[in-house]
């Protein structure tokens, strides 16, 4: 079904390129899109993470430069029955994080540097399993082709701004450049669309039951949601596109940003956790081993007061 929907959106934002092709330049201009679109589609499947990785100045670390978050990701890829997936610290200070990568064997998880020192270690669990699960689930090849070429889409109809009509259909130049006002926005819309807001449900869902503690994700996502209204995210404010791969939307919502609104509501993804977590605050039958519920931190480990780091 992934890989359906993957066809599916490739095959609709091709026509978006076309279409755009076609205002600025007729019939030729419509060919020449389709050629640059097939291009775009193999350069994203194969590029396209290490594009968004690059566009937000995220560094790999490792065991010996970020033993904690290294050892953490292990811990719960180990549960989840996952390979190692690579790890990328982003330097911004809002809280947050997304993964990204074609397949689990190419995979990776990128996290801010805000997000490590606003978070508990727990907390920190429950969104790395959340992130783990889009893995788990595929869902990380479908969110970064979208933001790859809804972006490409979007600069190639300012670009036509500036040609108005074209020599093929003698349409008037006002014309054509109202249609690239709208069809920029209508490829952010159709990220939207394209990526179901059920797919965060369900990365919610199997994060708790990775971690095995719904309510550590839940109180993570109550803290970065706070915080991602208080707290700019310039990079992903210069590329809305990207913003439905973050774990919370991580725009502020002024002006056209709000097209972007692809999370579903941080207050009913936690009501859906405290129903999953139930009286006992706790799933145990996730993958890998049941944790300690009754240690503070992740798996026998003590609860920390202020943060994973210090």
């Given at each position: 079904?992934?890989?359906?929907?993957?066809a599916?959106?490739?095959?609709?934002?091709?026509?978006?390129?076309?279409?755009?092709?076609?205002?600025?330049?007729?019939?030729?201009?419509?060919m020449?899109?389709?050629?640059?679109?097939?291009?775009?589609?193999?350069?994203?499947?194969?590029?396209?993470?290490?594009?968004?990785?690059s566009?937000?100045?995220?560094?790999?670390?490792?065991?010996?430069?970020?033993?904690?978050?290294?050892?953490?990701?292990?811990?719960?890829?180990?549960?989840?029955?996952?390979?190692?997936?690579?790890?990328?610290l982003?330097?911004?200070?809002?809280?947050?994080?997304?993964?990204?990568?074609?397949?689990?064997?190419?995979?990776?998880?990128?996290?801010?540097?805000?997000?490590?020192?606003?978070?508990?270690?727990?907390?920190?669990?429950g969104?790395?399993?959340?992130?783990?699960?889009?893995?788990?689930?595929h869902?990380?090849?479908?969110?970064?082709?979208?933001?790859?070429?809804?972006?490409?889409?979007?600069?190639?109809?300012?670009?036509?701004?500036?040609?108005?009509?074209?020599?093929?259909?003698?349409?008037?130049?006002?014309?054509?450049?109202?249609?690239?006002?709208?069809?920029?926005?209508?490829?952010?819309?159709?990220?939207?669309?394209?990526?179901?807001?059920?797919?965060?449900?369900?990365?919610?869902?199997?994060?708790?039951?990775?971690?095995?503690q719904p309510?550590?994700?839940?109180?993570?996502?109550?803290?970065?949601?706070?915080?991602?209204?208080?707290?700019?995210?310039i990079?992903?404010?210069?590329?809305?596109?990207?913003a439905?791969?973050?774990?919370?939307?991580?725009?502020?919502?002024?002006?056209?940003?709000?097209?972007?609104?692809?999370?579903?509501?941080t207050?009913?993804?936690?009501?859906?956790?405290?129903?999953?977590?139930?009286p006992?605050?706790?799933?145990?039958?996730?993958?890998?081993?049941?944790?300690?519920?009754?240690?503070?931190?992740?798996?026998?480990?003590?609860?920390?007061?202020?943060?994973?780091?210090?």
């Amino acid at each position: 079904m992934n890989y359906f929907r993957t066809a599916i959106l490739l095959a609709g934002l091709t026509g978006l390129f076309m279409g755009v092709g076609y205002l600025i330049g007729g019939a030729s201009g419509a060919m020449i899109a389709l050629v640059v679109a097939g291009a775009t589609n193999i350069f994203a499947y194969w590029n396209s993470d290490r594009m968004v990785l690059s566009m937000y100045g995220a560094h790999e670390v490792d065991a010996a430069t970020a033993p904690d978050l290294h050892r953490l990701v292990a811990e719960l890829a180990a549960r989840a029955g996952l390979p190692m997936p690579r790890v990328f610290l982003m330097d911004n200070p809002q809280p947050n994080a997304f993964a990204t990568g074609r397949n689990p064997e190419n995979a990776a998880v990128a996290v801010t540097t805000g997000l490590m020192q606003s978070l508990r270690r727990e907390e920190l669990a429950g969104v790395i399993a959340h992130e783990l699960a889009h893995i788990k689930h595929h869902d990380t090849l479908l969110m970064t082709i979208t933001a790859t070429f809804a972006g490409a889409i979007s600069m190639l109809a300012q670009f036509g701004m500036f040609f108005g009509g074209n020599r093929d259909n003698n349409g008037p130049g006002l014309i054509g450049s109202l249609a690239m006002m709208i069809l920029a926005p209508l490829g952010a819309m159709l990220v939207q669309m394209a990526i179901s807001r059920t797919r965060e449900y369900a990365a919610d869902e199997m994060g708790a039951r990775i971690c095995g503690q719904p309510m550590w994700l839940a109180s993570a996502l109550a803290k970065i949601d706070n915080a991602a209204h208080q707290v700019p995210n310039i990079e992903a404010e210069r590329a809305p596109a990207t913003a439905h791969m973050f774990i919370i939307n991580p725009l502020s919502g002024r002006g056209m940003d709000n097209l972007f609104a692809t999370h579903p509501s941080t207050e009913n993804r936690i009501a859906a956790l405290q129903r999953l977590a139930g009286p006992s605050g706790n799933v145990a039958s996730g993958p890998g081993p049941a944790p300690n519920s009754g240690s503070g931190g992740p798996w026998g480990g003590q609860s920390r007061s202020r943060g994973p780091w210090g």
